[in-house]
């Protein structure tokens, strides 16, 4: 499983990850930093990324499309959380879904709660 960072979150949330054994780009590492997110989006079905975000417009995107990829995890209620509990929060949830994310999904996390929804949305 690769995973896109999205440029809402930190860099240092990419060390915490590598240092955790996942495969992790930010959007900044593939100069698209300023790019829109339909630009990232179909960077990351290209390259089979899952993106990771704290931006609903990903989710939005893949209801308009009617897509089944790539596979989002929406952080949710996190803004006041620091990059480093951003990690661990993923970490300690990733090997649940990992699974889920290799078949489509949107996965909405917070620091209470994670539900999945199949993709493509609408369906």
């Given at each position: 499983m690769r995973l896109l960072l999205?440029?809402?979150?930190?860099?240092?949330?990419?060390?915490?990850?590598?240092?955790?054994?996942?495969?992790?780009?930010?959007?900044g590492d593939l100069d698209l930093l300023a790019a829109p997110d339909s630009v990232i989006f179909d960077?990351?079905?290209?390259?089979?990324?899952?993106?990771v975000?704290?931006?609903?417009?990903?989710?939005?995107?893949l209801a308009l499309r009617r897509a089944s990829a790539p596979s989002v995890i929406l952080l949710r209620r996190v803004s006041e959380l620091s990059p480093d509990e951003h990690g661990r929060l993923l970490v300690a949830n990733l090997p649940a879904i990992v699974e889920d994310l290799g078949r489509g999904v949107v996965v909405s996390l917070s620091p209470t709660r994670l539900a999945i929804r199949r993709l493509p949305?609408?369906?």
């Amino acid at each position: 499983m690769r995973l896109l960072l999205d440029a809402n979150l930190s860099l240092r949330l990419a060390t915490s990850l590598s240092a955790a054994g996942y495969d992790v780009v930010h959007v900044g590492d593939l100069d698209l930093l300023a790019a829109p997110d339909s630009v990232i989006f179909d960077r990351a079905v290209a390259d089979g990324y899952v993106v990771v975000t704290a931006d609903t417009d990903f989710s939005m995107l893949l209801a308009l499309r009617r897509a089944s990829a790539p596979s989002v995890i929406l952080l949710r209620r996190v803004s006041e959380l620091s990059p480093d509990e951003h990690g661990r929060l993923l970490v300690a949830n990733l090997p649940a879904i990992v699974e889920d994310l290799g078949r489509g999904v949107v996965v909405s996390l917070s620091p209470t709660r994670l539900a999945i929804r199949r993709l493509p949305i609408g369906r």
